[in-house]
C-alpha cells in the first residue's frame, strides 16, 4: 500500500493520519489516462492542419502567419487563467456536486462547450469569428483539463506515477498519430472550396465523437471516491460534525485576492498607455509593435494570475523550477510545431504541405512511442532528470537539422530523432511535477498552475515566429525566417534541458 504524508497541520489542530492509496491495476491506469488520447486528437488536428490551413484558406498566402497569430493568441491567453481556475473550482466542489466527483462534473460539462465551439468552428468564415470560437474552445477545454490532470497525483501511488506518466505519454502519442493522419486525409488546401469544406466539416465531426467517447469513458470508469482528495475531504466533513465550531469559513474571494486583481488591472492601466504615449512620440525612432505589447500585457496578466493562485517560487521552489522548465521546453516545441504546415510549404516545398506535415507527425509519433512507456519505467527506477537531458538533446539536434537542410526526406529522418526525445520528455513529465506538487489540498489547482507554462508557449511563439515569417517572406528570404525561428527553438530546448538540475526535491 501507498502513503501519502498530509501537510502538517496547522498550530492546535490534531495531525491527521497519512491516507493510504492502493497500487493500481495497468487497466485502471489506462483508465484513468484514456481521455487525453481524445485531448491529444483534439487538440493536434486542431493545430497542426486544420487551423492552419483555414487560415490560410481564408487570408490567402501574404498574410498567414499574423492572422494565424490573431487566432492563436487570445485563445492561449484564456487558457491562461481558466485552467487554474476551474481546477481551484474542482478541488473547492463541495455538497451534492461532489457526489459524482471532484472532477467528473467538469470534465463532462467542459467537453460538451467544447464540442459546441467547434462546431461554430467548422461554420467560421473570416478570422474574427474564427478567433472568438476559438477561445471558447479553449475555455471549455481547459475547463475539462484541469481537473483531469489532478486524476493522476490524486489517485495514482507515488511508486507508479513513472509508469502511469508513461501510459499518459503513450496514449497522448496514440492520439497525435489519429489526429494527424485523420486531419490529414481530409483537409487539403489546395482542393477548390466546396471540396474543401465538406473535408473540413467532416474533420470537425470526427474530433467531436472521438472526444465525446474517450470522455466517457474516463467518467466512468475512474473511482475518484479511492484518492487523496476524496479521502481528505470526508475527514474535514467528520471534522466539521465532531466541531462544528472550530470549522473555518470557507472564503472565495479574500482582501488580497481583490488586491492582486486591483494591482493588476492599476499596472496595465499604467503600460499601456505609457507604450502608447511612446509610440505617438516616437521615443529614439523605435516603435513598440502591437504583438509586442500583446506580449508585455500578457505577461503582466501571467504574473497576476500566479499570484491569484497562490504560486509562491521561494515557498516552492522545486514546482517553480518544473513550471520554468516546462514553459521553456514547450516554447521550443510550440515554436517548430505552429509553423510546421508553412515550413512544409515554404521552405521545404512540398507538393502537398498537409500530406508532409501529416508525415512528419506521425514518424514523431511512432518513434515516440518507442520512448514513452520506456522512459517512463526507466525513471522510476534511474531517475526523472537523466530522461530529461537525454530527451532535451534529441529536441535541439532536429532544430539544427532543419535550419542545415530542407530536403524533404532528412526532415523526415529527423522527425524519427525529434519523436525519440518528444516521447522521453512526454513521459517523464507527468511524473516530475507529481513528484513536486505543493499542496495535496490543491492538486488540480496546482495541475493548473501548472499548465500554465504550456499557455504562455503558446501566445509567445505564434507572437514572436509569425511576424518574423511574414517579414522574411515579403523580401523572398523565406527559408532564412525559418532558420532564425528554428534557431531560437534550439536555444530553448537546451535552456529546459539545463534548468531541471536545480529541482532539489528529485535527486536524479
Known amino acids: 500500500m501507498a502513503t501519502v504524508d498530509l501537510e502538517d497541520a496547522g498550530p492546535g489542530e490534531p495531525e491527521h493520519p497519512v491516507i493510504h492509496l492502493p497500487r493500481l491495476r495497468w487497466t485502471q491506469i489506462l483508465a484513468i489516462s484514456i481521455f487525453y488520447f481524445g485531448l491529444t486528437f483534439h487538440w493536434t488536428a486542431l493545430g497542426l492542419i486544420v487551423l492552419p490551413s483555414q487560415v490560410l484558406k481564408i487570408v490567402g498566402d501574404a498574410h498567414k502567419g499574423e492572422a494565424l497569430a490573431y487566432v492563436l493568441i487570445p485563445g492561449a491567453f484564456v487558457a491562461l487563467f481558466s485552467n487554474p481556475l476551474f481546477g481551484m473550482f474542482s478541488d473547492r466542489t463541495r ?21 459546441a465551439a467547434l462546431v461554430w468552428m467548422a461554420t467560421a468564415r473570416d478570422i474574427p469569428s474564427l478567433a472568438i470560437a476559438y477561445i471558447i474552445v479553449q475555455f471549455s477545454s481547459n475547463a475539462a483539463q484541469a481537473p483531469f490532470h489532478a486524476l493522476l497525483p490524486d489517485i495514482v501511488p507515488a511508486q507508479q506515477r513513472g509508469m502511469a506518466s508513461g501510459v499518459m505519454g503513450l496514449v497522448q502519442l496514440l492520439g497525435t498519430i489519429a489526429g494527424i493522419v485523420v486531419a490529414g486525409l481530409f483537409i487539403d488546401s489546395a482542393k477548390p472550396f466546396p471540396a474543401y469544406q465538406q473535408g473540413l466539416w467532416l474533420t470537425y465531426g470526427i474530433i467531436s465523437a472521438v472526444l465525446i467517447a474517450f470522455m466517457l469513458i474516463t467518467i466512468f470508469a475512474v473511482h475518484e471516491g479511492r484518492g487523496t482528495s476524496a479521502q481528505m475531504a470526508a475527514r474535514e466533513a467528520e ?12 472564503r472565495w474571494i479574500t482582501r488580497s485576492t481583490v ?5 493588476v488591472l492599476v499596472v496595465a492601466g499604467i503600460v499601456w498607455p505609457l507604450m502608447f504615449l511612446w509610440n505617438q512620440q516616437r521615443v529614439a525612432g523605435v516603435q513598440i509593435g502591437a504583438d509586442v505589447q500583446q506580449v508585455i500585457l500578457e505577461v503582466i496578466v501571467t504574473v497576476g494570475i500566479l499570484r491569484f493562485f497562490d504560486f ?7 514546482f517553480a523550477w518544473v513550471l520554468l522548465t516546462r514553459l521553456v521546453m514547450m516554447l521550443g516545441i510550440y515554436t ?6 508553412f515550413y512544409m510549404r515554404d521552405a521545404v516545398k512540398a507538393p502537398h504541405p498537409e500530406a508532409a506535415t501529416s508525415t512528419f507527425t506521425i514518424i514523431v509519433a511512432l518513434t515516440s512511442l518507442v520512448s514513452a512507456f520506456v522512459a517512463g519505467w526507466l525513471s522510476d527506477h534511474f531517475g526523472r532528470k537523466r530522461m530529461v537531458y537525454i530527451s532535451g538533446c534529441f529536441m535541439a539536434l532536429v532544430g539544427l537539422v532543419f535550419i542545415v537542410t530542407q530536403s524533404l526526406p532528412l526532415v523526415l529522418a529527423a522527425g524519427a530523432i525529434f519523436g525519440l526525445g518528444y516521447g522521453a520528455y512526454q513521459s517523464v513529465d507527468w511524473a516530475l511535477v507529481a513528484d513536486v506538487l505543493p499542496s495535496h489540498k490543491h492538486y488540480a489547482r496546482d495541475m493548473g498552475i501548472w499548465n500554465i507554462s504550456l499557455a504562455v508557449p503558446q501566445v509567445i511563439a505564434p507572437v514572436i515566429g509569425g511576424p518574423l515569417i511574414d517579414h522574411f ?3 523572398h528570404q523565406p527559408i532564412l525566417g ?27
Request: aromatic residues 10%; positive net charge; contains cysteine.
Open 239 to 250: 471534522s466539521a460534525a465532531a466541531h462544528p465550531l472550530d470549522t473555518p469559513t470557507r
Open 259 to 263: 488586491l492582486n486583481v486591483v494591482g
Open 312 to 318: 509562491n517560487p521561494r515557498r516552492d521552489p522545486d
Open 482 to 508: 525559418f532558420q532564425v525561428i528554428f534557431g531560437m527553438a534550439i536555444v530553448y530546448c537546451l535552456l529546459g534541458t539545463v534548468t531541471v538540475r536545480y529541482i532539489k526535491s528529485v535527486k536524479r
Open 473 to 475: 517572406t515579403a523580401s
Open 95 to 115: 455538497g451534492r456536486l461532489a457526489a459524482w466527483g471532484r472532477r467528473r462534473p467538469y470534465i463532462f460539462s467542459g467537453v460538451l462547450v467544447n464540442v
Open 336 to 341: 517548430i510545431q505552429t509553423f510546421l504546415l
